[in-house]
């Protein structure tokens, strides 16, 4: 990544994904809504627009700062994070990010991101995170499962809805935005 194609532009774009990502990932934390987080459109936002490597560092510092702000024991999702600004970034790259490329980028996600984040959240918290899954996660427990599948099977249901739902509205909203305004902020990241 060269450092001197990232403009301020480009800056204030991730600062303004962070803060969309913090905001909706609270608001859905703190209402306890099942099967859905909405912490990662301004993460799949900044990967589609500016790039993998934007996108994955509005991941990262998202985890950052939520961690600092809420438990600092969220830091080592960022790992889940990094992965989704990573494999969104590179699919746009590659592929215009349509309706379809968003569905299918969802699905994809639907997978990754729990594969990534289950061996954390047992590691760290036993499998139970708080979270609108752990009802799932006490209920196949309670039924004989292993405390990975017990935490991993909850994750993708809601990570299938949240991703897929996520990927859409970004798809959405890039198709809505002016072309101009568009193709200036793609420009401001050049370096990706």
């Known amino acids: 990544m060269n450092s001197k194609k990232i403009t301020t532009l480009a800056l204030t ?3 303004i994904c ?8 609270t608001v859905v934390s703190k209402l306890q809504i099942p ?13 589609v627009v ?7 560092t509005v991941g990262l510092l998202t985890n950052v700062i939520t961690g600092i702000m809420t438990n600092p024991k969220d830091i080592p999702f960022a790992l889940v ?11 746009a790259k ?30 760290i918290y036993g499998g139970l995170t708080g979270g609108g899954t752990d009802f799932i996660f006490m209920w196949l427990v309670n039924s004989g499962s292993k405390i990975f599948t017990a935490a991993f099977i909850p994750r993708v249901a809601g990570n299938i ?29 050049a370096a990706e």
């Open 50 to 56: 500016l790039g993998p490597w934007l996108g994955a």
């Open 161 to 189: 809805i949240d991703k897929v739902v996520s990927a859409v509205f970004v798809s959405v909203l890039i198709s809505r935005f002016p072309s101009d305004m568009m193709n200036r902020i793609k420009q401001t990241s």
């Open 81 to 91: 994070s990094i992965a989704i600004g990573l494999i969104v970034g590179y699919i």
């Open 35 to 47: 099967l859905i987080f909405l912490d990662t459109i301004g993460t799949i936002f900044a990967a």
């Open 94 to 123: 590659r592929w215009k990010f349509n309706l379809k490329t968003a569905i299918i980028t969802g699905l994809i996600l639907s997978v990754v991101a729990p594969l990534i984040g289950t061996p954390i959240a047992v590691w």
């Open 13 to 15: 774009y991730c600062a």
């Open 18 to 25: 962070i803060v969309i990502n913090v905001v909706l990932g």
